[in-house]
């Protein structure tokens, strides 16, 4: 059996962002507490992204340039993800907004999990990408973890308390548990196992209609 995949979005771009050093102690504490999951990086600062140019919806997944290709083939094989967002204006960065919304089924039926940082935590910022993944059919986990710039960092390394340590443990436990869980969504419609389908072989169809038929005409 294949292991888990999860892939650690690092949701800034901006020169002397903090966001990198932030998933570098998520992933590295992700691979002590996991060491069976397979951890991957995907930092969009590696693909270079534009402002959405696919002339086709993502719905479609039609995709006609390299650069969408690249993240699409990045993105589909994962089982979950850890998005750590800085906050901007209330909300997650435009470059991680531009990152989901440029595919679509490559998203779906995944779990993720999230990690702000901001002024105030950054969980603002969680909030809107929870709401934002949920119209992908990506399942976010309860616990999330927020690191404040003022007090959580030293100088531009994360310095978490260990309050946050096991608020980032238990978040990934939540965040495998739900990838493993919603695995048979993911499997292709000819690999997934038909439905059940119960018969009363006491009794034919026709005469469950007919008492149905009955019921519906006496409460009538």
Same mark, same amino acid.
């Given at each position: 059996?294949?292991?888990?995949?999860?892939?650690? $979005?690092?949701?800034?771009?901006?020169?002397?962002?903090?966001?990198?050093?932030?998933? #570098?102690?998520?992933?590295?504490?992700?691979?002590?507490?996991?060491?069976?999951?397979? *951890?991957?990086?995907? #930092?969009?600062?590696?693909?270079?992204?534009?402002?959405?140019?696919?002339?086709?919806?993502?719905?479609?997944?039609?995709?006609?340039?390299?650069?969408?290709?690249?993240?699409?083939?990045?993105?589909?094989?994962? #089982?979950? *993800?850890? *998005?750590?967002?800085?906050?901007?204006?209330?909300?997650?960065?435009?470059?991680?907004?531009?990152?989901?919304?440029?595919?679509? @089924?490559? /998203?779906?039926?995944?779990?993720?999990? *999230?990690?702000?940082?901001?002024?105030?935590?950054? /969980?603002?910022?969680?909030? @809107?990408?929870?709401?934002?993944? @949920?119209? $992908?059919? $990506?399942?976010?986990?309860?616990?999330?973890?927020?690191?404040?710039?003022?007090?959580?960092?030293?100088?531009?390394?994360?310095?978490?308390?260990?309050?946050?340590?096991?608020?980032?443990?238990?978040?990934? #436990?939540?965040?495998?548990?739900?990838?493993?869980?919603?695995?048979?969504?993911?499997?292709?419609?000819?690999?997934? %196992?038909? %439905? %059940?389908?119960?018969?009363?072989?006491?009794? %034919?169809?026709?005469?469950?209609?007919?008492?149905?038929? @009955?019921?519906?005409?006496?409460?009538?």
């Amino acid at each position: 059996m294949e292991p888990i995949r999860i892939g650690i $979005v690092v949701g800034s771009t901006r020169p002397g962002r903090r966001g990198r050093a932030v998933a #570098d102690w998520v992933h590295h504490l992700a691979r002590e507490r996991h060491p069976g999951v397979a *951890f991957g990086m995907l #930092d969009l600062a590696d693909f270079n992204l534009p402002l959405l140019d696919e002339p086709v919806p993502a719905a479609f997944g039609d995709y006609r340039h390299p650069h969408t290709r690249a993240w699409a083939a990045a993105v589909e094989p994962c #089982d979950g *993800f850890v *998005f750590v967002t800085p906050e901007y204006n209330h909300s997650t960065s435009a470059a991680c907004k531009n990152a989901i919304d440029y595919l679509c @089924a490559e /998203w779906h039926h995944k779990a993720a999990g *999230f990690v702000g940082y901001g002024v105030t935590g950054g /969980w603002r910022a969680v909030e @809107a990408l929870r709401l934002v993944l @949920a119209e $992908v059919r $990506v399942a976010g986990v309860r616990t999330a973890v927020g690191l404040s710039l003022p007090t959580d960092f030293t100088g531009e390394r994360p310095n978490p308390a260990a309050h946050q340590e096991r608020s980032l443990a238990a978040m990934l #436990d939540e965040l495998l548990t739900w990838a493993a869980a919603l695995a048979p969504i993911r499997r292709p419609a000819a690999e997934a %196992p038909a %439905p %059940p389908v119960t018969v009363n072989p006491a009794r %034919p169809p026709a005469a469950d209609a007919a008492r149905l038929g @009955a019921e519906q005409a006496a409460r009538s």
